[in-house]
């Protein structure tokens, strides 16, 4: 056996038989550059990853031509991160840029300017909305932007099909050495559960925050472990375009026609017992859904197990009287729901991994009785579309649609039969974000149609009082109202490709000529 | 009855899925006079168009004083509603005179002669003083409706919290109504934001003895059908006086009695109208014999 002298003076062994190759001790700080050497200094720059601007850090991230960076969209409408370090990337002359935010919003417009100039080329997006996803419809981009559903990306993500070289994340709270969270500060916006995959996963990771607290910021959403550099700005949003007040429920008559019917079909369909769990979207009957099941389950003495997904103010509520047990949190709609998550141990934030990601061990929406989704149109095979208007233009998001559809036990849409002039039932969906054979039963303000293969429900539905049509009955009621309309005037170009959560592509989007 | 403007595509189109016992299209005040050609366009097309899923339809008119009356009759008529509701009704020759006029078109298009129902609107203190002769001025009349907006501004006061002003209409209209054995609509309840307020209104003139309520928000429809639909108590005991009835008259005993106490004729008929009023609300099935 071979002995070498280590820097602690002693003989050790190179190799042992079994074990293999070992290192000799070479100094308690030769392996380890970020430990501080000098004790009781606090502002070592070693132990602080505060930079002074954002171009430094971007500089220090070795950022460079056809890279690939990550947002997240906890700030809604009111973020200004993505457009604060493009601005900053434009000008230090970066190009051919790979933008993979987890959603966009109508606040984004100014990247149309940096797809114009080459600095963005491509785009992956939850969603796209406002000028932004105008101009992209109408052929902005030469490499079609892809869409995926919020578990599709943590799966991307995490398997390594999407590398992200530099994520710059905003964050309401956070300590100089990078432990940050999203409930306290003045840009609040509660769970940073989109965020925290890309902290994880991404080579270089910068917080911007503008607001600096004392070590250590706990309990912390992203911890100290995976951050490289922190900016200190003004503003990382508007509070009033992240979260408002409580989320107030609709006093729209249709909306809640369609809320009380989803609810007295969750009630009937045999998946309403002691235990279930939910789901509910933010739209207003989709949220005003909540309320009714509220009713019933006091009636009836019964109690959720969990709720899941995007927390509202409604949520919050009937969690602390009792009704939901625990509230899994990905994204916080309101400052109800902020405050929750910063009180209270059983409102706990889960990543997008945790909520959706399809080859995980384990992801929660799996463990989905019940899911409200809306929709803006439905076809005759239960497809549903998200993202494209009727007038053939993306202005809306996958997010977390087709993972909680297949995901769930039951999957309910709820939409009015006509907007507008536009019937929501029709033959052919515009674009397919989510596959019909996931999506159980349509309630609409004329009556409710239940999938086919769902054939133990529509028995319970038929027993029951409530208007049960099927999809194509529903159809003819829209057309009676509306005519058949126009096909759109699309192109040949493709503007998006629509990612299905598990990587394959489910549709396209084409370029729109109006 | 649910109070939809004629000149709301949106709402025309389908305000039957609240399922109001009435939907009653608008062309009058809610119509602005640049829009009163496109409201009666727009209801005619709709009521020859659409399915209304069994809900009754009615079509307020503009009077025959405005340049839009006779041409409101003219094309409703032909659209065929269950019903045309005349408002500011005075005197019964405005329902004579509207009468005629539909008469006329029903002819003219070979309808026979009564297929449109009438409803009239009370909203002037004539009117209320001359309810009784307005109520019975014709066969096609099928109810009478208390409009108070109109009404309390020509008194000199304004709609209260009990409705004390409206105490003597209310009761007015009512009992021209049971004269004319027709049905009896109170006023509209104008602050939608207010359930409890409203709620309070409904029992009210529940008590006073009406058939039902003027809406204008749909979301006041469940409301109403709440207070109107009869409690499972009260149901039960009129299925219970019922039953004695049946069995006394099989017996073919005079006086009868239930729990001790004399059941007379009134306490029949009261029983008879919970069980009427039950199955309209759903709560007892059709097959339940009276």
């Known amino acids: 056996m071979k002995l070498v002298n280590n820097a602690a003076g002693r003989k050790v062994p190179e190799t042992i038989p079994g074990i ?53 969209h906890h700030f809604r409408e009111g973020d200004y991160v993505v457009n604060m370090v493009m601005d900053i990337i434009a000008n230090l002359g970066i190009k051919n840029l790979t933008l993979a935010s987890s959603s966009l919003t109508s606040c984004h417009a100014p990247l149309v300017e940096y797809i114009r100039k080459g600095v963005i080329k ?47 994340l905003g964050v309401p709270s956070c300590d100089l050495y990078g432990n940050a969270n999203g409930f306290s500060g003045k840009s609040a ?35 100290q472990d995976l951050v490289d550099y922190i900016v200190i700005v003004d503003a990382i949003g508007d509070p009033q375009g992240i979260a408002t007040g409580a989320t107030r429920m609709t006093r729209d008559p249709r909306e809640l026609l369609i809320a009380e019917l989803a609810s007295q079909v969750i009630v009937t369909s ?22 009714f099941l509220r009713e019933r389950m006091l009636e009836r003495n019964i109690k959720a197990s969990f709720a899941l997904g995007g927390i509202t103010s409604q949520i919050v509520k009937m969690h602390e009287e009792g009704l939901i047990k625990r509230i899994l949190d990905v994204q916080s709609f309101d400052l109800e729901a902020v405050r929750s998550i910063g009180e209270n141990r059983y409102h706990t934030e889960i990543d997008a991994s945790y909520y959706a990601n399809p080859l995980n061990k384990g992801c929660v929406v799996n463990k989905l009785n019940v899911v409200v989704l809306s929709a803006m149109e439905i076809d005759t095979e239960f497809n549903v579309n998200v993202i494209t208007g009727s007038d053939g233009i993306i202005r809306g998001a996958s997010g ?27 033959d052919k969906v515009t674009t397919i974000i989510t596959p019909g054979e996931t999506v159980d039963v349509l309630v609409t303000d004329h009556g409710v149609a239940v999938n086919p293969r769902r054939s133990e429900v529509l028995e319970k539905l038929k027993l029951s009082r409530l208007p049960v049509y099927t999809i194509e009955e529903l159809k003819k009621k829209a057309e009676k109202v509306t005519g058949t309309p126009e096909p759109l005037p699309f192109g040949k170009k493709i503007v998006a490709l629509v990612e299905y959560r598990d990587g394959t592509i489910i549709d396209v989007i084409r370029e729109i000529h109006t | 009855m649910l109070y939809v403007p004629g000149n709301s595509a949106a709402m025309v189109k ?50 025959l004083d405005t340049p839009y009356g006779k041409d409101d009759i003219e094309a409703m008529v032909r659209a065929r509603p269950n019903i045309i509701r005349i408002p500011k009704t005075e005197k019964a020759q405005d329902v004579s005179d509207v009468e005629t006029e539909i008469e006329r078109v029903e002819r003219k298009i070979g309808l026979p002669i009564g297929t449109i129902k009438l409803f009239v609107a009370i909203e002037t203190p004539l ?42 209409a209310r009761s007015q209209v009512l009992y021209a109504a049971r004269v004319a054995g027709i049905n009896a609509i109170d006023t509209v309840y104008s602050n939608v934001q207010d359930e409890e307020g409203f709620l309070a209104e409904v029992r009210l003139i529940k008590q006073l003895g009406f058939d039902g309520k003027s809406v204008i928000q749909p979301n006041q429809i469940k409301l109403v059908h709440r207070v109107y639909t009869p409690t499972e108590e009260e149901i039960h005991k009129a299925l219970r006086v019922l039953e004695a009835i049946r069995e006394a008259e099989s017996k073919g005993s005079g006086v009868i009695a239930l729990d001790g106490r004399m059941i007379d004729k009134p306490v029949v008929e009261r029983a008879r109208w919970t069980i009427e009023l039950a199955k309209a609300s759903g709560v007892v099935p059709e097959e339940v014999k009276l």
């Open chain 1, 400 to 426: 977390g649609h087709s993972d909680t559809a297949i995901g769930s036990g039951l999957s309910v849409i709820v939409a009015p039969l006509v907007r507008g002039r536009t019937p929501t039932v029709i």
């Open chain 1, 122 to 168: 491509r785009i992956y997006t939850s969603g796209l909305r406002g000028v932004l996803a105008d101009e992209i419809s109408h052929g902005l981009m030469d490499t079609p932007v892809l869409i995926h559903s919020h578990g599709g990306r943590a799966r991307a993500i995490e398997t390594g099909q999407l590398s992200i070289d530099v994520a710059f």
């Open chain 1, 20 to 72: 293999g190759k070992l290192e000799p001790f070479q100094g308690a700080y030769a392996r380890t550059p970020l430990v501080r050497r000098e004790k009781g200094s606090r502002t070592l720059p070693r132990l602080n990853k505060i930079v002074d601007t954002l171009e430094q850090a971007i500089l220090k991230c070795g950022l460079q031509d056809g890279m690939t960076i990550s947002f997240h």
């Open chain 2, 127 to 168: 009117g209320v003083l001359n309810a009784r002769e307005i109520a019975c001025s014709s066969n096609r009349l099928l109810g009478i409706a208390l409009g108070a907006e109109d009404l309390v501004t020509s008194l000199r006061t304004s709609r209260s919290k009990d409705g004390i002003e409206l105490y003597y």
């Open chain 2, 14 to 63: 389908d305000a039957h899925i609240y399922r109001p016992d009435t939907v009653m299209f608008d062309l009058e005040d809610s119509v602005s006079y640049r829009e009163k050609d496109a409201a009666r366009f727009l209801v005619y097309q709709t009521l020859r168009t659409i399915d209304y899923g069994g809900v009754e339809t009615a079509v307020r008119i503009n009077g």
């Open chain 1, 189 to 223: 916006c509660g769970s940073l559960g989109y965020a925290i995959v890309d902290a994880r996963h991404a080579k270089k990771v910068v917080l911007i925050t503008d607001n600096l607290v004392d070590y250590p910021n706990t309990p912390f959403s992203i911890d």
């Open chain 1, 270 to 291: 045999g998946y309403f017992e002691d235990g279930f769990s939910v789901q509910t979207g933010s739209g207003g009957a989709a949220l005003a859904v909540t309320r």
